[in-house]
Each structure stands twice: as structure tokens, then as C-alpha cells.
């Protein structure tokens, strides 16, 4: 561990520049549900056809909601909706869905209707919506369109140097996102959550269906606290804790990515025949390590050390890409091909999603409190980095603008599900985005719960993703209310095998061969990006 000497003083100016929104028509019936102010309704849901956007079947709309909920006759903003109508009967009702983040779009995850089997979704309309400030919805937040791209510093402020150019950065988002204003004062998960209730209203339901995955479970938990009687029937995957909104939750990820991310090392010694990085987990992580400090003193095109830690990074969250990471890791660190990494930069590094992260940024700022000050911020990341190093300090320069954020952090609602009838839960055990932890405290807080565990998974909200024990639970579900039965003590409900380690192939091991971004899918490849933004 280097020396860290004191900083210098940094001192940044926040200016919060004010902007107009195009205001709406108002509508006059009053809504129901607790902490909802009364007095707006917004029209029903115009929608025309955009099949050639989403595929068939879809119909896309727009839905106007208040800027500020504490002002609802006022300015208004648009939330983009998609619809995948029904096809079976008894018709079920709507199921709204959110592919986490914050910041991902929901709009395509509409889809997911396709994806659960018997046709246990079937009897659905399914609702995917873009959050305010997200993808289509208006207006849309950006802040510096080219923060992600590379090279970046590297992540370990191990000089006086790097530690400066990370504060600037991060300041510099931060004032640059002031510009959003004034959305910006209204973008927590409790507006979120309020503008899910005026979807539902807008559709004229007097109840939802909810399907959420990784940071939608938490929308999903303030939702129901909000308006008990407007839920029916809940799935989260992938369940946040709603004690350790948000620093805390992002110094438990750091822990768990440490796990996670080992296991894929293990599994890359098993099959030294393919990979040639080593046949034990020592070893394995050993050339990782060079790799990095050898990009870090001499990137190639955009990746530098920073860059090839996020490539890594996506092992640690899908199983489903450990080969076509491992062809990246193995394309540069034993074959030396610069083309490896120019791929695993191209596939899986979101150098331009600027809208996402703002959003992501804007949510997590402003849902809770964050330290007062860089120095107690920066001792908390050392003490946790000397027992986790992968990720600690990514993960903090990407949360940094948070301590520099123009706009007053809010207290979070006390998530309470003792008055919802119904929820079903999915969580793999060794989850690094969601640590298991916070699956078993929300099933304590919503005694209509069912928890199903996967035992020694290391996936990330990986439902409906072709494990039969799991899937078919959610279709029953989906299409009958059935749960398994409530077990007593703290646990899960029902256990399920994860899916199977990938077996690679020779072939497999170029980074020249399909990736993961290739083969997942336009609708997993969305919801893998939404979860990738750590925090989710």
C-alpha cells in the first residue's frame, strides 16, 4: 500500500443553471395512495404502432406527468411507454417492468412477455417505460456525452497526481449535470415510483403487475410502500437492500465483486488447456494483474488499465460470459493481440451511454445521503480496498460525483411491505450487484414474500434466462398467483441449481469468435447494460 500523503485543497464552484420544460394540460380527478398528491390524473395513453422500432406487436405512447409532485398542476414531463397487448385469456392486467440501473430503459424490455414459458405472461399487457430523464422519455438527461470514453486515469490513486485528476473529473460531472435543472431537483426513486402510479392511472387500472429487475426491485419496494392497494402481483430479481441505499451498497459490491470475480479466476485455471493463464487461481489472477499494470503504463488505443478493469468486470456479473470475456483477457495477456482488446472495448465498455449514467448519477445522489467530505469518503475506500482490491476504487471514482452532486440529497422512504398480498423473489447467492443480504430483509419486511435462493450462483438478475426450476416458478406464478409455501426462519422459501458452468471450446478462445454481445440478444444485452452500471 503506497503512502498517501494529504491533498490539496480543491475547491468547486456548483452553479445550478435553470431551464423551462414545456408544460401540459392538466387533468382534474384526484389519485389515491399514501404520500400521492391529489389533483392530477393524466390522460389515457394514445398509442400507435412501433413495430418497426421494437418488433411485432409493440404500440408505443407517451405519458404526461408533474415535474414536481409537490406541485402537480404545474410543468409537466414525458414518460415514453411501450405496449405488448395480451394474447390469452383470462386477461391479467398490466405488468410494468424495469431493467434496473437507474438509468436503464425499459422501453424494448416490453419483450419479456416472449421469454416466460407455459404462457404464463401471456395473459398480460406488458408496459415498458423509460424513467423520467431516461432513453425517450423528455427531458432527457446528459451531462458529458464523453465521460466514459477512454483512456482514463488509473483507478488506484496511488499518486497525488492521479487522486487530483480523478476529483477534477468527477467535480467537473458534477457541475456539468447541473445544467439538467430543473429536473435535476426531482429525479429519486419516490418520483420515479410516483410517476409508475400515474402510468397505472393513465392505462385506467386500478392495479399493477410489476416485474423488476436489480435497482427496479428497489422502484418496485418504494412503489408498493407508497400505494399497497395498487399492487397485484411483484417479481423482483435481484433485490436491493433497502437499508444500504446507496455508499453502503456500493462498499458491500466491492466485497462481493472480490468473490466473484475470484470464482471466474478459478474457473479459468480449470481450463489452462484453453486459456493458457494459469492453473490456479494465484496464477490466473497474477496475470491479470500484469496485464493491467502493463495497460496502465502503456494502453493500447482506448484501453488502459481503467478500461481493462471493466472489461473484467462484466465476468463478475453473467456467468453467461465468462468464455467470451476470458478470449479478451487471454487474446491480450498471452497472445498479445491488440484486436482482443479493441473487442472487449467496442462489446462491452459503454464509452457514450452518457444518458444513463447521468441518470444513474442523478437517482443515487440524490435518493440518500453521501458523506460530507472527500477525506472521510477517501479513508472509507482504502480500509475496504486493502481487503477487496478489484473494484474498490472503480467504483468509487464512478460514485465520486456524488460528493460534489449541485442538488440536496433527500431521506429515503422506510421500505414497508406488511399491507402487499403478493411478491415473488429471485436471488443467486453470491450475487455481486445485489448481495444476497438484501433478498432475505426484504422478504422479512413483506411477509406475502417468497424468496427462491440459487445456491453458489455468482449471476446477476439472470431470470428467465432458461433455468427450467426457476422459470417455471415465475410462469406459475404469472399465470395463477401460485407461490411456494412460506418457510419459517429467515431463509429462502424454495432452492433452485443455478445454471451449469460454461464448458469452453478451443475455438471459443479467440476473441476474434461471436461474444456475448453478439449471441445474448437485443433484450439480455439490455437488461446485462442496466445491471452493469454498478449500484444497480
Same mark, same amino acid.
Given at each position: 500500500?503506497?503512502?498517501?500523503r ?17 408544460? +401540459?394540460?392538466p387533468?382534474s ?10 389533483g392530477y ?10 413495430s ?7 404500440e ?7 415535474l414536481?409532485?409537490? *406541485?402537480?398542476? $404545474?410543468?409537466k ?7 405488448? @397487448?395480451?394474447?390469452?385469456?383470462p386477461?391479467q392486467?398490466?405488468?410494468l ?5 437507474p438509468?436503464?430503459?425499459?422501453t424494448?424490455?416490453?419483450?419479456l ?5 407455459? $404462457? +404464463?405472461?401471456? #395473459?398480460?399487457?406488458?408496459i415498458?417505460?423509460?424513467? *423520467?430523464g431516461? +432513453? ?10 464523453d ?8 483507478y ?5 497526481t492521479?487522486?487530483h485528476?480523478w476529483? =477534477? ?9 447541473? =445544467?439538467?435543472?430543473?429536473?435535476l ?13 400515474a ?5 385506467? &387500472?386500478? %392495479?399493477?403487475?410489476?416485474? +423488476?429487475?436489480?435497482?427496479g426491485?428497489y422502484?418496485?419496494q418504494?412503489?408498493s410502500t407508497l400505494?399497497?392497494?395498487h ?8 433485490? /436491493? ?7 453502503p451498497?456500493?462498499?458491500d &459490491? ?10 471466474w ?11 493458457h493463464l494459469g492453473?490456479? *487461481?494465484? &496464477?490466473?489472477?497474477?496475470q491479470?494483474? %500484469? ?5 496502465t503504463?502503456?494502453p493500447?488505443? @482506448?484501453?488502459g #488499465? ?9 465476468a463478475?456479473?453473467?456467468?453467461? /460470459?465468462?468464455?467470451?470475456i ?6 491480450w495477456?498471452v ?5 482482443a482488446?479493441q ?7 459503454? @464509452?457514450?451511454?452518457d444518458?444513463?449514467?447521468a441518470v ?14 472527500y477525506a472521510?469518503?477517501r ?7 486493502e481487503?477487496t482490491?478489484?473494484?474498490?476504487? #472503480? ?15 433527500k431521506t429515503?422512504?422506510?421500505v414497508d $411491505? ?12 453470491l450475487d ?6 438484501g433478498?432475505?430483509?426484504? %422478504?422479512k419486511?413483506?411477509?406475502?414474500a ?14 428467465l ?5 426457476v422459470?417455471?416458478?415465475i ?6 398467483g401460485?407461490?411456494?409455501a ?7 422459501d424454495?432452492y ?7 464448458v469452453p ?6 476473441? =476474434?469468435?461471436?461474444t456475448g ?7 439480455v444485452r439490455? %437488461?446485462?447494460?442496466?445491471?452493469a452500471a454498478? $449500484?444497480?
Amino acid at each position: 500500500m503506497p503512502v498517501r500523503r494529504p491533498l490539496l485543497a480543491l475547491v468547486a464552484a456548483l452553479a445550478v443553471a435553470a431551464g423551462a420544460l414545456s408544460a +401540459g394540460a392538466p387533468a382534474s380527478a384526484a389519485s389515491g395512495g399514501r404520500d400521492h398528491p391529489p389533483g392530477y390524473v393524466p390522460a389515457p395513453v394514445a398509442w400507435s404502432d412501433c413495430s418497426d422500432t421494437y418488433g411485432s406487436h409493440f404500440e408505443c405512447g407517451r405519458v404526461a406527468v408533474p415535474l414536481d409532485w409537490g *406541485r402537480p398542476q $404545474g410543468t409537466k414531463i414525458l414518460l415514453a411507454v411501450t405496449r405488448y @397487448a395480451h394474447t390469452a385469456t383470462p386477461y391479467q392486467g398490466v405488468m410494468l417492468v424495469n431493467p434496473g440501473g437507474p438509468g436503464g430503459s425499459g422501453t424494448g424490455l416490453a419483450s419479456l412477455k416472449d421469454f416466460v414459458p407455459n $404462457g +404464463g405472461g401471456d #395473459g398480460y399487457d406488458w408496459i415498458g417505460f423509460d424513467p *423520467r430523464g431516461v +432513453g425517450d422519455s423528455t427531458p432527457r438527461l446528459s451531462c458529458i456525452p464523453d465521460y466514459g470514453a477512454g483512456v482514463r486515469p488509473p483507478y488506484e490513486p496511488t499518486t497525488r497526481t492521479i487522486e487530483h485528476a480523478w476529483l =477534477k473529473r468527477s467535480i467537473a460531472y458534477a457541475h456539468a449535470c447541473a =445544467k439538467n435543472d430543473p429536473i435535476l431537483q426531482h429525479m429519486t426513486t419516490v418520483d420515479a415510483a410516483k410517476d409508475m402510479d400515474a402510468i397505472r392511472q393513465a392505462l385506467r &387500472q386500478k %392495479r399493477i403487475n410489476y416485474y +423488476g429487475f436489480s435497482y427496479g426491485t428497489y422502484l418496485g419496494q418504494v412503489y408498493s410502500t407508497l400505494f399497497p392497494t395498487h399492487v397485484r402481483r411483484m417479481v423482483f430479481d435481484g433485490t /436491493v437492500d433497502p437499508r444500504r441505499v446507496w455508499y453502503p451498497a456500493n462498499l458491500d &459490491q466491492d466485497i462481493a465483486f472480490e468473490k466473484t470475480e475470484h470464482i471466474w479466476f478459478g474457473w479459468l485455471a480449470k481450463y489452462d488447456s484453453v486459456y493458457h493463464l494459469g492453473t490456479t *487461481r494465484a &496464477q490466473v489472477a497474477a496475470q491479470y494483474q %500484469r496485464a493491467k499494470a502493463q495497460l496502465t503504463k502503456h494502453p493500447v488505443g @482506448a484501453v488502459g #488499465g481503467s478500461e481493462w478493469e471493466d472489461i473484467m468486470l462484466y465476468a463478475g456479473y453473467y456467468q453467461s /460470459v465468462w468464455t467470451d470475456i476470458a478470449a479478451v483477457f487471454s487474446g491480450w495477456a498471452v497472445h498479445h493481440d491488440p484486436a482482443a482488446l479493441q473487442k472487449g472495448y467496442d462489446d462491452w465498455i459503454e @464509452a457514450s451511454d452518457d444518458n444513463g449514467y447521468a441518470v444513474y448519477a442523478a437517482v443515487e445522489c440524490t435518493d440518500a445521503k453521501w458523506p460530507r467530505s472527500y477525506a472521510s469518503y477517501r479513508a472509507d475506500q482504502w480500509a475496504t480496498y486493502e481487503k477487496t482490491p478489484f473494484y474498490t476504487w #472503480g467504483n468509487a471514482w464512478f460514485n465520486a460525483p456524488c460528493l460534489f452532486w449541485p442538488v440536496k440529497a433527500k431521506t429515503p422512504v422506510r421500505v414497508d $411491505g406488511s399491507k402487499v398480498q403478493s411478491v415473488l423473489m429471485i436471488n443467486e447467492t453470491l450475487d455481486a450487484a445485489t448481495p444476497y443480504s438484501g433478498s432475505l430483509e426484504v %422478504r422479512k419486511r413483506y411477509p406475502g414474500a417468497r424468496l427462491i435462493a440459487e445456491p453458489g450462483g455468482t449471476t446477476h438478475a439472470g431470470s428467465l434466462y432458461g433455468d427450467a426450476c426457476v422459470d417455471d416458478a415465475i410462469a406459475a406464478y404469472l399465470a395463477n398467483g401460485t407461490l411456494p409455501a412460506r418457510k419459517p426462519g429467515g431463509g429462502a422459501d424454495k432452492y433452485c441449481a443455478p445454471l451449469p458452468q460454461p464448458v469452453p471450446t478451443a475455438a471459443g478462445a479467440s476473441a =476474434k469468435a461471436m461474444t456475448g454481445a453478439d449471441r445474448l440478444g437485443p433484450l439480455v444485452r439490455q %437488461r446485462l447494460k442496466a445491471a452493469a452500471a454498478i $449500484g444497480s
